[in-house]
């Protein structure tokens, strides 16, 4: 065993030849950076190009089917087989282009890979996004008008903020809550790319009931007597209790909408619902698709309203 070992230890002058070599291919890449970035970033750009033809065409495709759809109801199945079939397509050509970001790029440096990892990231949110909460996004951009404003507690890397900055037109107050560190850069980077930084306030905080160890609530991060015209509300990272943090918020907003994904596995639904009837809220089921607002089924896209709220007449008229 001994000899063995000393067979495999590395010998002195091995060893400082090798921090030698290091230190001087780390000083050649540092000199060359002023010149390998610029080839980096058309190298970015053509890796990125197909894939961002992709998710183009998956949003044409999908708005043409909606708008062709002369009834919704009976296209719906149609257009959810075909976001299916899209996501398996470019969820393959997302694997491709990883496998070709890192075999192009492994030699060029960590300080070099750290932008494309961002827009890269960016990328797969988008895609994601795009097909799993198309009646989502869609839904928001037709319900929100110039001058209103969104809050959403859980923005991940943004798509829902760039649907409600088009359905206001640009004209409106957006509040971003993610306390997720490293969708944080992606975030930023959407509000940059969608020319957002306007209309978006960024906060990396967690919206709880207040108490110490779960954080801060609405009430106390908004501006007293803040207009809110629509609330996103992710009850997958907050529990009921967050609607106690809110009351002065929902208390002078009597026609303000919230959305919610109540899943039917989610442990806490029915603490939900029953946290928002004792408000005055009723829900009504929203098209994972299509994003128009449902006569019934059991959709886990949900818009709660006061009965008298002005919001059920903007939902209803979302075709």
């Known amino acids: ?65 909606i708008r062709s759809g002369g009834n919704i109801g009976q296209s719906a199945h149609e257009q959810r087989d075909l976001i299916a079939g899209l996501h398996q397509a470019i969820q393959a050509s997302r694997e491709a282009l990883r496998e070709e970001v890192l075999m192009q790029t492994s030699d060029l440096g960590n300080p070099l890979l750290r932008d494309l990892s961002v827009r890269l990231a960016h990328v797969e949110h988008l ?101 809110v015209t629509l609330l996103g509300i992710d009850t997958r990272q907050a529990s009921p209790a967050v609607l106690h943090g809110a009351r002065s918020l929902l208390d002078s907003n009597p026609a303000i909408g919230l959305l919610l994904e109540l899943e039917a596995a989610l442990p806490q639904r029915a603490a939900w619902l029953s946290a928002l009837s004792d408000l005055g809220f009723t829900g009504r089921g929203i098209d994972a698709v299509t994003g128009v607002l449902q006569q019934g089924g059991n959709s886990n896209l949900l818009l709660f309203a006061r009965p008298a709220s002005c919001a059920w007449q903007r939902a209803e008229g979302i075709r």
């Not at 001994?2 to 000199?31: M, T, Y």
Request: aromatic letters at 4%; glycine letters at 8%.
């Open 127 to 227: 895609l994601q996004a795009g097909t799993r909460h198309a009646g989502l996004h869609r839904f928001i951009e037709k319900f929100l008008r110039p001058g209103d404003t969104f809050v959403d507690t859980h923005a991940q890397a943004g798509q829902a903020l760039c649907a409600a900055a088009r359905g206001m037109h640009g004209e409106g107050t957006i509040f971003a809550f993610e306390p997720a560190l490293r969708l944080r850069p992606i975030l930023e980077h959407t509000v940059q790319s969608s020319a957002l930084q306007h209309m978006v306030s960024l906060h990396d905080l967690s919206i709880s009931d207040g108490t110490p160890i779960a954080g801060e609530t609405l009430d106390g991060l908004l501006p007293a007597g803040q207009p």
């Open 1 to 65: 065993m001994d000899k063995l070992a000393h067979l495999s230890a590395p010998e002195p002058g091995v060893s400082r030849l090798r921090r030698l070599l290091r230190r001087i291919a780390r000083a050649i890449l540092w000199r060359l950076r002023p010149v390998a970035a610029p080839l980096f970033r058309r190298l970015r750009s053509a890796l990125l190009a197909g894939l961002q033809e992709d998710l183009a065409r998956t949003r044409r495709e999908l708005g043409e089917q």
